[in-house]
Nanobody
Framework: QVRLVESGGGSVETGGSLRLSCTASATTYTSNCMGWFRQAAGNKREGVAFIYSGAGVDTTWYVDSVKGRSTISQGHAKNMVYLAMNNLTSEDTAMYYC???????????????????YGQGTQVTVSS
């Protein structure tokens, strides 16, 4: 059983930065598709950022609201994923969930497709 464990959440002021981390508990687990969802109170879950590693090239996907101020990356062992977010606003306040799967292509490494594993979440709160 693969368990994803997130860390790095917390409370920051508007304009601040955070780096979220996610590690798969099984060291032998590797994934070519990892990413982050988030869910704010009263809202539906939305995909934030995803990374697909295939044929030596990483393909990324970002939701429009974080483009240009967020960077997703994957650890060398392909069982870790990071999300660095800058210039945070109150709109970024949410529970952030790590997700992972084995994807057939980069096109299916994004929201709208089924992921095999999810973490328990880490809370990000942005306040002025």
């Amino acid at each position: 059983q693969v368990r994803l464990v997130e860390s790095g959440g917390g409370s920051v002021e508007t304009g601040g930065s955070l780096r979220l981390s996610c590690t798969a508990s099984a060291t032998t687990y590797t994934s070519n598709c990892m990413g982050w969802f988030r869910q704010a109170a009263g809202n539906k879950r939305e995909g934030v950022a995803f990374i697909y590693s295939g044929a030596g090239v990483d393909t990324t996907w970002y939701v429009d609201s974080v483009k240009g101020r967020s960077t997703i990356s994957q650890g060398h062992a392909k069982n870790m994923v990071y999300l660095a977010m800058n210039n945070l606003t109150s709109e970024d306040t949410a529970m952030y969930y790590c997700a992972a799967k084995i994807s057939q292509s980069g096109d299916s490494c994004r929201p709208g497709y089924t992921f095999q594993h999810y973490g328990q979440g880490t809370q990000v709160t942005v306040s002025s």
